[in-house]
């Protein structure tokens, strides 16, 4: 007879163990890895990090093996939503597509209570969406002003333009690296040297 994996069990049968335990309709085995289950699942809220919610989970069933404890913590994972698996997105698109519904049915209504609905829901879209921002991003920022490198080398300092650096010829920005550097060119088994160090 083969066993059923405890998320095809019948929900109705895992809610009732939940509200009352001594005459749950489970098998003790379903009972005893349930409660591990929802051990687990209140690790991981607690302990994030699945390596230490694993050592956190075998303190407190120690005749587990680790890789028990890896599938009991990939189960409650699977099983009970926590924080760390929220779905943040799904959630606010749900929540300001059930305010815009409210705020139709009440508009369609128009009644005095509804109108005052219709001004809550709008300050809850407010918070849900935030102010404008004063300042919008310029997207033509770049464009609008010049950016340049300061480079200095003994006592000078050479303003060199971005726009114009990316356009020299390779022989001109080989010239800039050698003023630069004055002319203190490694060698490969320099290059060699520094890597391994």
């Not at 994972?77 to 049915?105: A, G, M, P, S, Y």
Request: glycine share 2%; net charge negative; charged share 30%.
């Amino acid at each position: 007879m083969s066993k059923t994996a405890l998320e095809e069990t019948k929900y109705e049968q895992i809610k009732a163990y939940m509200l009352d335990p001594d005459s749950s309709p489970l098998s003790q085995e379903r009972k005893e890895m349930l409660d591990r289950i929802v051990s687990a699942s209140k690790i991981l809220d607690k302990n994030p990090v699945q390596r230490h919610a694993v050592n956190v989970h075998r303190q407190k069933y120690p005749e587990i093996s680790q890789r028990q404890a890896y599938e009991d913590l990939r189960m409650s994972l699977r099983l009970f939503n926590t924080l760390h698996t929220f779905d943040f997105d799904f959630w606010r698109n749900w929540l300001l597509n059930d305010i815009v519904k409210n705020i139709e049915i009440c508009r369609n209504a128009s009644t005095d209570k509804d109108r005052k609905i219709i001004a809550m829901e709008h300050a809850n879209l407010i918070k849900l969406i935030g102010e404008k921002p004063e300042d919008l991003p310029d997207p033509e920022r770049n464009e609008k002003h010049q950016f340049y490198i300061l480079i200095q080398n003994d006592n000078r300092q050479l303003k060199v333009d971005l726009n114009s650096l990316k356009d020299l010829p390779t022989a001109a920005l080989q010239e800039l690296n050698r003023a630069i550097y004055g002319g203190n060119e490694i060698t490969d088994v320099e290059a060699e040297e520094i890597m391994k160090s």
